[in-house]
Structures are given as C-alpha cells and as structure tokens.
C-alpha cells in the first residue's frame, strides 16, 4: 500500500513510508524490564505480545508513557519506535514530491514531501534508529537473549 504516516517528534512533523510501519498503536502500559538498557525504553502488551520499545523523542519524554507507536518489521520480529504523536496517514497523492534533501541534512532523510503547512522530512525508520539510537540491534538481539 502507497502512502504516508505523518507523525511528530518535539514540533518538528517527518513522514515515513507507509510500508515500512506495520501499525499504529497508542504508547501506554510501558513497562522496563530487569537487565533492559537504552535504547531499549521498556516494553508493551501488544494483543498478549510483549512489544519492544525504542525511543526516540526527546530525553525528557523518553520511557514514558503518552504518545504513539509505530511499530515496524526487524528480521522478522516487530519493534516498536515512540514518537510522540502520529498526526495522520496519508495516501500517496496527499503529499508533492518537493526538492531533494541537503546532503547536510542527516542520512535517515531521504527525501523531501509537501504539504499545505510546508516541507516535510521523509525518514527511513531503519536509518532513524541507526543514527538516534545507536547500538539498538545490539540491544534487541541481547533482550531476545535473556527472554530465552
């Protein structure tokens, strides 16, 4: 399916692929876990599931409950990214293609879309968590290692 979610982070609005978020769930009941570390902010019962959370809003709002959550394919498991609120989803012809990034701009922005308030920032989630969160496919595999 073609198409946007448009999602929050402080006051700054990005869009992601729709393709790339699995759902959309509200971020409540965040729980931490004995030996879970950041980037890794706890964990949430996603229809009888515990659901793996990383963060990536600012420090303030980081492990808490409010908010949403995209959650995402990793290997084969879903992973769960706060943010902190998703404003809508868009179909493909909702937003313009706009210019092209500016190569200062971090290497999760991968392009440019416009709405009726302005530009938007296309994220890569995969690359977000990369250069937010660093080490936290090193964090998911050691959780999947102490639930075993």
Sequence with gaps: MNGYVLFRLGD???VTKL???RE???LSGLE????M???LAGVVVLRG???PVLDVRAPEN???DGGDVLVMDVDGDAVGIAVDQVLAVLGADELQTAEPPAKALPEYVVGVRRDGNGPLLLVDL??????TTSGWRDALAEQVSIEA
């Excluded at 995969?126 to 250069?131: A, E, G, K, M, T």
């Design 24 to 26: 959309i769930v509200r």
């Design 12 to 14: 700054r609005r990005f």
């Design 37 to 39: 570390r950041p980037p």
């Design 126 to 131: 995969h690359l977000l968590l990369d250069v």
């Design 49 to 51: 599931a515990p659901l």
């Design 32 to 35: 931490t876990l004995p030996g």
């Design 19 to 21: 393709d790339e978020v």
């Design 62 to 64: 980081v492990g808490t």
